[in-house]
């Protein structure tokens, strides 16, 4: 019994390293921030999700990884965790916080170009 699960929790590891992402290395596409109907959920990582954090989803990147999200449209970044998976809506690579996207752009834009690099 204790076998099977070692041998799960490696296969996990591993899945998860090779999804990382090199430090600097930088990744384009579109941005979005979490509806108001997710304040108070559970996010990937376990914690209570707040729009008031300043952290984000992505697809792949490992659970605490800090990455600075900047708008290529006024040059405005901001550094946050990842603390969830997401988005699942195509073209996106980011969901940030209504707190995080606020920062950078106007929330009535919806979606924004960024880069997403990792720092750490």
Same mark, same amino acid.
């Given at each position: 019994?204790?076998?099977?699960?070692?041998?799960?929790?490696?296969?996990?590891?591993?899945?998860?390293?090779?999804?990382?992402?090199?430090?600097?290395?930088?990744?384009?596409?579109?941005?979005?921030?979490?509806?108001?109907?997710? +304040?108070?959920?559970?996010?990937?990582?376990?914690?209570?999700?707040?729009?008031?954090?300043?952290?984000?989803?992505?697809?792949?990147?490992?659970?605490?990884?800090?990455?600075?999200?900047?708008?290529?449209?006024?040059?405005?970044?901001? +550094?946050?965790?990842?603390?969830?998976?997401?988005?699942?809506?195509?073209?996106?690579?980011?969901?940030?916080? +209504?707190?995080?996207?606020?920062?950078?752009?106007?929330?009535?834009?919806?979606?924004?170009?960024?880069?997403?690099?990792?720092?750490?």
């Amino acid at each position: 019994m204790k076998r099977p699960f070692m041998l799960i929790l490696l296969l996990i590891s591993l899945l998860n390293l090779a999804c990382g992402r090199e430090m600097g290395e930088v990744e384009r596409g579109k941005a979005s921030y979490y509806s108001k109907d997710f +304040e108070g959920r559970i996010t990937f990582n376990g914690e209570i999700f707040s729009n008031r954090k300043l952290t984000a989803a992505h697809k792949t990147l490992p659970m605490g990884t800090i990455v600075r999200v900047t708008n290529l449209a006024n040059g405005r970044s901001i +550094e946050v965790r990842i603390n969830d998976r997401g988005p699942y809506i195509g073209g996106r690579i980011i969901d940030l916080t +209504e707190r995080a996207f606020g920062r950078i752009a106007d929330k009535k834009l919806g979606t924004i170009d960024v880069s997403v690099q990792v720092l750490k």
